[in-house]
């Protein structure tokens, strides 16, 4: 990429920033508590079920003038989450901490330091995602895995969208298909979950279906994904800016919900939609359509399996009157319709088929991809359009497809964070725990002499959270 077109992308990132903030103004506002105040409660939320994962991060920008200081504050937010045991490995940018490698804004200048995370385990690059995959994820192939991508993504050069990639340290990139092979590796029984936050990733929702081909069979195991962005558009996120009070990137808000803690230590509510007091990821997942204030337009997997299997022409599905969407939606689904509907102004019975005509009708127009209030449009036609295709499924008589749809659906709504939680193991073993907090046998697979002398992620204190209020590194 040349000089002129980085600093031209610096320039559109900072004016979608700037338009954010105006557009937020009119979406509701995340909710959030005192970080030491609990809301009382009748009884103690549900305990969920107790599950050993583990946690692959693959981070940073092609090469510097694309590794923002934000991608790494993602990365250092997302691990400051993992309780302290769960194994965990980190790969970033070059692998190295004494490369200048971070790009970051002082003031008017751009400058470039060293990365600061607690881990690094090694480079973005393709031999480094082979050589931990077979060193920590094929060592224990049963272990529920949870992987976050934080970085950029590209378009497919051949215009394939359905196999857009994810950019790697040096130049290339992994694709749909090449994560897909990757994951067929593992058992079947083998839960994963993948988010990612860089643009175009909403191809990735194809390891739904064998060889991450839209065309391939469904895989039977549970592989669920939540994506900042359809295949086809850009997403937000990768600013140079170092103050994180203004951060609000897909995963950082769907993490935040996900946890209930945001990036600068507050409590976050509002996201338990059921009422259960759990939130499950498709919570966090519609709390991240309601408050995110950018031009991103998200994407989970229940969204492309019913986009694959349902075929209901769009004519018929925006004619659906809004009180029967409302009705066919779940809990979360219908608070994000309402909360978008509220703040786009929408009306009416015939509110969805309005605003599909205005965005994607004959005279529509090209869609600018850094029109916030496009891009919520956007979400509220394809939030209730996947509300009305599971509906259509549901009738559609194919139990074993619906059986299938509603596993996945089920699996959407883990909480792999609290799930890791209540695994905390009950005594440790001799040799005491490894970096990342898993306790395991000195030289068991998946370890190695770097990570031996990595040491544990940091929870958040006040005095760093006041720094990042103030907008200092």
């Not at 905390?424 to 370890?447: C, D, I, L």
């Amino acid at each position: 990429m040349t000089a002129y077109r980085l600093l031209f992308r610096t320039a559109v990132l900072a004016l979608a920033t700037a338009t954010a903030t105006v557009a937020s103004a009119r979406l509701p506002r995340p909710e959030y508590a005192p970080p030491d105040v609990s809301a009382p409660s009748a009884a103690p939320p549900p305990a969920p079920e107790p599950a050993a994962w583990r946690a692959l991060v693959v981070g940073g920008g092609p090469r510097p003038p694309m590794n923002q200081v934000a991608i790494e504050a993602h990365i250092r937010y997302f691990t400051t989450l993992l309780p302290s045991w769960v194994e965990r490995r980190v790969l970033f940018a070059d692998g190295r901490r004494g490369t200048q490698s971070v790009q970051y804004l002082d003031g008017r200048r751009m400058r470039y330091r060293a990365p600061r995370l607690p881990r690094i385990d090694g480079a973005t690059t393709r031999p480094g995602f082979d050589a931990i995959w077979r060193r920590f994820v094929a060592a224990r192939p049963a272990d529920p895995l949870l992987l976050y991508f934080a970085g950029h993504g590209s378009r497919n050069p051949r215009n394939d969208l359905d196999n857009n990639g994810f950019d790697l340290w040096g130049g290339g990139g992994l694709s749909v298909r090449e994560l897909a092979a990757r994951v067929e590796e593992l058992p079947e029984g083998t839960p994963v979950v993948v988010v990612m936050a860089q643009c175009f990733s909403g191809a990735f929702a194809n390891l739904l279906f064998e060889g991450g081909r839209p065309d391939g069979a469904l895989v039977e195991r549970d592989v669920v994904g939540f994506f900042a962005a359809t295949k086809e558009r850009p997403a937000s996120g990768c600013t140079p800016e170092i103050n994180e009070a203004t951060y609000n990137d897909f995963s950082s808000v769907f993490f935040a919900a996900l946890s209930g803690v945001d990036r600068l230590g507050r409590r976050v509510t509002g996201a338990d939609f059921d009422g259960n007091r759990f939130v499950g990821m498709n919570e966090a997942y519609a709390y991240a359509l309601l408050h995110q204030a950018t031009s991103d337009v998200p994407v989970a997997t229940s969204d492309v399996f019913l986009r694959r299997f349902v075929h209901k022409p769009d004519h018929e599905t925006m004619a659906t009157p809004y009180s029967r969407i409302l009705a066919w939606a779940t809990p979360a689904e219908r608070a994000a319709l309402e909360g978008l509907s509220g703040a786009l102004g929408l009306r009416g019975e015939d509110r969805l088929r309005t605003t599909y005509d205005l965005e994607l009708g004959p005279g529509a127009g090209p869609q600018d991809v850094e029109d916030v209030t496009s891009a919520h449009r956007l979400r509220f036609i394809r939030l209730a359009k996947s509300v009305v295709l599971a509906r259509a499924l549901r009738q559609g008589g194919d139990r074993a497809r619906i059986e299938r749809f509603e596993r996945l659906r089920a699996a959407e709504a883990r909480n792999p964070l609290l799930e890791a939680k209540a695994a905390k193991p009950s005594r440790e073993k001799a040799s005491g725990p490894t970096p990342g907090g898993s306790t395991v046998r000195a030289g068991a697979a998946g370890t190695s002499p770097q990570a031996a002398t990595q040491r544990r992620e940091p929870r958040p204190d006040r005095q760093k959270v006041e720094r990042r209020r103030q907008g200092r590194p």
